[in-house]
């Protein structure tokens, strides 16, 4: 006769130890990994001049390296300064040592006594507007999450892994671009929340849940989709610029390389005429931010000026723990954020109010913390002429306009 063992009482609990245990190392596989993305290089608005070719000879290899920077700061800052119409005239080196933010290398070859090489310039925006007497305000789009997505082998990658498309994003310097990029660097939960899938659904609450996570206001999608001819063979590459969550198709265009050694020069090539494609498509009209994924306010009925004191002091006399309130603000040009950041800070009540997120051109994001509830806080911004949209802790704020004077006797109907 077989005895059946009996089911020892620390067996089921090991069991879903063990099943938990498991459960959880799969979730943190899914977002853990170092090498699934990369940062973007330079997100600044600084002028750029690339392509400068220099031949320099010095007593040593540093000497004749330092002689050919200087000789590139020289004649990106004429290019650059006849660019923007200011003559092209020359400066010394003392003054280009204190405009210039940094040297890209393009490629170079250093000898003993000899350096040969092509440069890149990039001068930082406020200085050398200042120095040139030129506007440093730019004019930019709303800003827009990249999503670059990459093909190959039948295979659509955006952020589960490290790829050559995303790091030619990652690179690309945008400070002449009128597109305000977003680019995620590929870490922490961007995997799971940025994929290929994402892209095929164009469920708006959905992608609003997803790009308020970034700052954007939309999304855009440039596709590349890689077709070897053969192993070690030419590599073709078919571009798409493609925007908005139904992912749209704005242009399309193809580049062929030799072998695989060129495709990084090939994505350089390709960010460059797709990030034309979106500036082409702003100036068109075609590239707008979805009204779906930015549902416009309501404009709430004007407090009655006489009614706003009392309004104040009723909510004032109730007690509440202090509120921390996101405001959305314009933000043309530097002065902009420092004006508003001092009013907002002026207002009583306001124990801080510090730009969390800085869009130049476009709309920027403030944290204020206020001592009462958020209906207080937009009744005093009332109060002192600003126009509120929005309610709750999120806000969005605007200069009421100021009606000019009507000439005497110009009819008023």
């Known amino acids: 006769m077989r005895r059946r063992l009996p089911i020892l009482p620390f067996a089921g609990a090991m069991a879903a130890v063990l099943v938990a245990a498991l459960g959880t ?59 923007l119409g200011a003559g092209g005239a020359g400066v010394s080196d003392g003054t280009l040592d204190s405009i210039v933010s940094s040297i890209v290398i393009e490629g170079e070859q250093i000898g003993p006594t000899r350096y040969v090489a092509r440069l890149g310039v990039l001068f930082d925006r406020a200085r050398t507007s200042a120095l040139l007497g030129v506007s440093s305000f730019v004019s930019r ?13 039948g295979v659509g990658t955006v952020f589960e892994q490290r790829t050559l498309w995303q790091e030619a994003w990652a690179r690309y ?22 994929n290929v899938g994402q892209t095929q659904r164009p469920d708006r609450a959905w992608w609003r849940a997803i790009i308020d996570q970034y700052g954007g206001s939309d999304v855009l999608t440039p596709t590349v989709r890689l077709h070897r001819q053969w192993p070690g063979g030419p590599v073709i590459g078919v571009f798409e610029a493609r925007y908005g969550p139904d992912n749209r198709l704005l242009r399309s265009f193809t580049l062929r ?73 314009d933000t043309p040009d530097v002065g902009a954020v420092t004006s508003i950041e001092g009013a907002l800070r002026g207002v009583p009540g306001v124990s801080n109010a510090t730009t969390t997120s800085l869009a130049l051109g476009g709309v920027s994001l403030m944290s204020v913390g206020y001592a009462g509830p958020p209906e207080a806080f937009r009744a005093a911004l009332e109060a ?20 000019e004077p009507r000439p005497a006797g110009v009819p008023t109907g």
């Not at 400070?175 to 929340?193: E, F, K, V």
């Not at 709430?300 to 004032?316: F, K, M, Y």
């Open 384 to 403: 002192r002429g600003w126009q509120v949209f929005g309610d709750g802790t999120t806000i969005r704020i605007r200069r009421a306009p100021v009606a």
């Open 25 to 83: 190392a799969a979730v943190i596989a899914q977002i853990e990994g170092g090498d699934r993305g990369v940062a973007a290089v330079d997100s600044s608005n600084d002028f750029e001049v690339a392509g400068i070719s220099v031949d320099t000879i010095g007593a040593n290899a540093d000497a004749a390296r330092l002689a050919g920077w200087r000789e590139a700061q020289r004649k990106a800052f004429v290019q650059l300064s006849q660019r």
């Open 141 to 153: 789009s709303p800003p827009f999450v990249v999503l670059p997505v990459q093909y190959s082998t």
């Open 173 to 194: 310097r945008t400070g002449n671009s009128t597109i305000d990029y977003i680019r995620p660097s590929g870490t922490g939960p961007d995997s799971l929340l940025l």
């Open 257 to 329: 390389v030799s072998n695989a050694s060129g495709i990084p020069a090939l994505f350089d090539e390709a960010v460059k005429r797709i990030d034309a494609a979106y500036q082409d498509g702003l100036r068109g009209g075609y590239l707008v931010a979805d009204t779906g994924l930015n549902p416009i306010m309501p404009i709430a009925e004007p407090v009655p000026t006489d009614d706003v004191g009392d309004l104040i002091d009723d909510l004032s006399a109730t007690p509440v723990i202090g509120s921390t309130i996101t405001v959305q603000y």
